[in-house]
Structures are given as C-alpha cells and as structure tokens.
C-alpha cells in the first residue's frame, strides 16, 4: 500500500473549518484514500473514503486532487470533540482488506 | 446495542500468565481483526480472519492465538505473557469480499498491562 505524509499536528479554533491534508504522491490507480480518526482512549472510527471523485458525509468532506496525489480532510465546523488523530491511510481494494496506520496528524480544536 | 465489543475493557495480570480477549460485533459482517497499539501509539494488525478462515497473519509471537468460533467472534488467546505484551488491543469488522472497499469498523479496544 502507498504511503502517506500527513502534518504531524495542526490547530483549529471551534467553530471553524479545520482542513487536514494528506499527500499520498505514490498512490496507484486502484487504490482508495481512507480517512479514521481516534479520540483518545477510543478505538479508531472510521470518517469517510474516496477514489477519485470528492466525497461529503454527515461527518465531513474528502477532496483529492485530479492527480489524486494530495487529498484534504474537511470538518466543516469544528467541534471540541472533534480533538483527535486523524489517519489518512491509503488501500488497494483487490483481495482482503489491511490498514496501514502511519502516525497521523493531531487535531486540537480550541475554545 | 454496540456495534464491535470488547471484554475485558482492562486486563492488568502477571508475567508468565495465560489470558483471553474476546470480541463479538452485531454487524452481520464477514471479516474481523485484531490490532496492537503500542505505548507509542503505532496501531499495527495482527490478524485477520474471514468467515472463520484466517486470512492475514502478521509477523506476530505464536504465543497469540486468535479463534473464531463463528462470523461474529473473534478471540484473542495470549500464553505466556511478556512485558512487551503491554498495550492496547483493537478488534476491528468489515464487510469484506474479493474487491471489496467497506470500511473497518473498531471496538474500543482493551488495555492490558503486565506486571
């Protein structure tokens, strides 16, 4: 599975838009961006994927790039709760599924 | 109504003991996992298991061995614990199929410490 470089940390005011980018440069053509969170002591909880066209849930939004080389995470209105490391893990769909957990980047959302 | 469920939720025990995990999900789903988190908080699998069948078994001490009596549990069986056996322990499930992109979904894991 490709890798992925994430900012180790980043910070966001509550209220706010907090945009998480991931860069997944190596990324081949049948490989999916997976997008989990972990709040702490919490087991991981899975947000939101895509492929190539940009994605929205009720938790978020996922942008990737045309080259599908960068991807950005998008809570639109950040919350205290929304305190977390955030995973950007990228996965080919062939055969059974493996998640690789890089380190994440660490969200602080302040009042 | 918890989706993946562990038991124990904390499991503090001696060197050299033998002890289980369990797991179960009501999901309805096929594949489950077992994950280690570290005290520095890498989150690695160890294994995998789909409709019973194991499917993925990471370079992990033959000291753990999972079970899966049916599609909604998954146990995680460890002899002889060591020191470096401390950590947090995720069971995970998912819908899987051959080209299958469902996610993973976590329980909230279980945290062992030896003594």
């Known amino acids: 599975d490709a890798k992925t470089t994430q900012p180790t940390s980043m910070d966001c005011a509550e209220g706010r838009a907090a945009n998480l980018p991931c860069n997944h440069s190596?990324?081949?053509?049948?490989?999916?961006v997976y997008w989990y969170r972990q709040i702490h002591s919490q087991g991981p909880q899975y947000i939101i994927h895509?492929?190539?066209n940009n994605e929205t849930n009720e938790m978020a939004s996922l942008i990737i790039t045309e080259d599908r080389k960068s991807s950005t995470l998008i809570l639109p209105h950040a919350t205290l709760r929304d305190t977390a490391v955030y995973y950007c893990i990228v996965r080919v769909v062939t055969g059974f599924q493996k998640l690789v957990f890089g380190t994440g980047t660490r969200l602080l959302v302040s009042p | 109504d918890t989706a993946v469920s562990q038991t124990p939720k904390y499991l503090v025990t001696q060197m050299g003991n033998d002890k289980s995990i369990k797991c179960e999900q009501n999901?309805?789903?096929?594949?489950m996992y077992w994950y280690k988190q570290d005290s520095k908080k890498f989150l690695k699998i160890m294994f995998s298991?789909?409709?019973?069948?194991?499917?993925i078994n990471e370079t992990v001490p033959n000291r753990f061995s999972p079970k899966s009596p049916d599609k909604a549990h998954l146990n995680l069986h460890i002899n002889s614990l060591e020191l470096g056996d401390s950590a947090v322990y995720f069971c995970?499930?998912?819908?899987?199929?051959?080209?299958?992109?469902?996610?993973?979904?976590f329980g909230d894991g279980t945290r062992l410490s030896i003594l």
């Open positions: 298991y789909n409709n019973k069948e194991l499917i």
């Open positions: 895509g492929l190539k």
């Open positions: 995970a499930s998912s819908l899987s199929g051959p080209n299958s992109n469902q996610p993973q979904h």
């Open positions: 999901l309805g789903h096929d594949t």
């Open positions: 190596t990324i081949s053509g049948n490989e999916y």
